[in-house]
């Protein structure tokens, strides 16, 4: 098993727009209020000097599949149908958690504090759009890595949706990846903290199933009500 690599990722490319998507705004047919836009623009300058992605991963090996589970090194398991499905037949499992940091949960803690609901509701979505991306970036640079070492990788899956109800899953993340390195910790109720974060796994190895371009949102009970599926890769847990 390797040691956890941690990647600093660049800031992506983040519109105004992103931030709209995130909110389930649909302006198609009517363009927002100036004051809106505005008030938006203002959040995502804001979130853009506050936020600092950072990437977390690791490779642990698979040592058996069931039709629910996944059977890890040192007695841990992964417990999801879709999972054990999707990469019951890949050697590994890349283990990854990326993070903004916390800076933008407490300044948005502040506006609620303070009574500023719509700023702090702006700039929550500037985070969102932020996680996504920063998200996005992160898998495929990993994906990356795997195409050098001549390997396949599957869609990346995470605790915590309706395909992987199983939020405890999450203590098996961490336990392999240590993601206190990066500021990243869960509470008793295993919710991830700073609450822009994410944990996912994918496997990795030679002959993989080929779901034809799906990702996880295929698979999600909530696809056509989720507003980061606008994203094209519902990657949040929060």
């Known amino acids: 098993m390797t040691e956890p690599k941690i990647w ?27 004051s809106t836009l505005e008030l938006h623009r203002r959040a995502l300058a804001e979130a853009s000097a506050l936020v600092r992605p950072v990437l977390i991963w690791r ?36 283990f ?54 001549v390997l396949q990788t599957t869609f990346p899956m995470g605790p915590g949706h309706s395909y992987w109800p199983s939020l405890e899953d999450l203590q098996t993340i961490f336990h392999f990846l240590r993601p206190g390195q990066i500021g990243l910790r869960l509470t008793d109720s295993n919710l991830m903290m700073p609450r822009k974060s994410i944990a996912m796994v994918m496997g990795v190895g030679r002959g993989l ?13 909530l696809r056509q009500k989720c507003q980061l599926s606008h994203f094209g890769l519902d990657m949040l847990t929060e």
């Open 209 to 221: 199933p080929d779901y034809q371009g799906k990702t996880h949102c295929d698979f999600c009970s």
């Open 96 to 149: 990854f958690a990326m993070t903004i940091g916390s800076t933008l949960d407490d300044r948005e803690d502040n506006y609620i504090k303070s009574g500023k609901t719509l700023e702090a509701f702006a700039l929550d979505a500037a985070g969102t759009a932020y996680t996504v991306k920063s998200s996005m970036s992160a898998v495929n640079k990993i994906e990356e890595h795997c195409r050098r070492a």
């Open 8 to 34: 600093e990722m660049p800031l992506p490319d983040v519109r105004v727009e992103d931030l709209f998507q995130a909110e389930g705004a649909v302006y198609h047919k009517r363009p927002p209020r100036p």
């Open 59 to 94: 490779e642990v090996e698979i040592l058996g599949a069931g039709e629910r589970e996944l059977l890890l090194e040192g007695g841990q398991k992964l417990t999801s149908r879709l999972l054990a499905e999707v990469a019951g037949t890949a050697e590994k499992l890349i």
